[in-house]
């Protein structure tokens, strides 16, 4: 089993998935990641969708040096943000891998909500790019591990009717 940096309150209606050191970039996928907490699955599926069709963007609180800033960011009160192709597609394939561990747990896709996302850094990969004058500079690579948890809402407990008699 592995190791999940936040352990559900109720372990029978809550799936996980996790990927280790995926190739994207960790700064635009913790953006990515973080703009789907508390969502349900549809709904985080759905979005993950029109980021990539570009008709809503990523929007980008943290790590945001020299992102552009575009109207659809609106939506999430803020100015920058992006459509990060390969994050969200890492993310969504998570998102999927979660749903079928849903499944074959008995859990029903339609209550599920995303409870805890988290992007961490990986060791970064080096390579080499030659430069001018024989020298040689690094050319290095930013992976990440991603770890979510989809939890069972609850169903609403009905309002009573009347008043309560003492």
């Given amino acids: 089993m592995p ?3 936040k352990k559900p309150q109720v372990t029978s209606k809550t799936s996980k998935a996790k990927i280790s050191d995926l190739k994207v970039h960790y700064k635009n996928t913790f953006n990515t990641a973080n703009a789907i907490k508390d969502m349900t699955l549809k709904q985080a599926q759905q979005y993950y969708r029109q980021v990539l069709t ?3 963007c990523v929007p980008f609180r943290r790590y945001a040096g020299k ?9 999430w009160g803020v100015v920058k943000g992006r459509w990060p192709r390969k994050s969200v597609a890492a993310v969504m394939d998570l998102l999927k891998n979660a749903e079928a561990n849903a499944v ?3 859990l029903d896709p339609k ?4 409870s805890h996302v988290q992007v961490d850094q990986a060791p970064r990969t080096r390579r080499r790019t030659f430069r ?4 040689i500079g690094p050319f290095m690579c930013s992976p990440c591990h991603i770890q979510l948890q989809l939890t069972e809402r609850k169903s609403a407990v009905p309002k009573p009717s009347s008043a309560p008699q003492h």
């Fill in 54 to 56: 570009k008709t809503r």
């Fill in 67 to 75: 992102v552009g800033r575009t109207a659809q960011a609106k939506e």
């Fill in 3 to 5: 190791n999940y940096s």
């Fill in 111 to 114: 209550k599920l909500t995303v």
């Fill in 104 to 106: 074959a747990k008995g």
């Fill in 132 to 135: 001018a004058h024989g020298r």
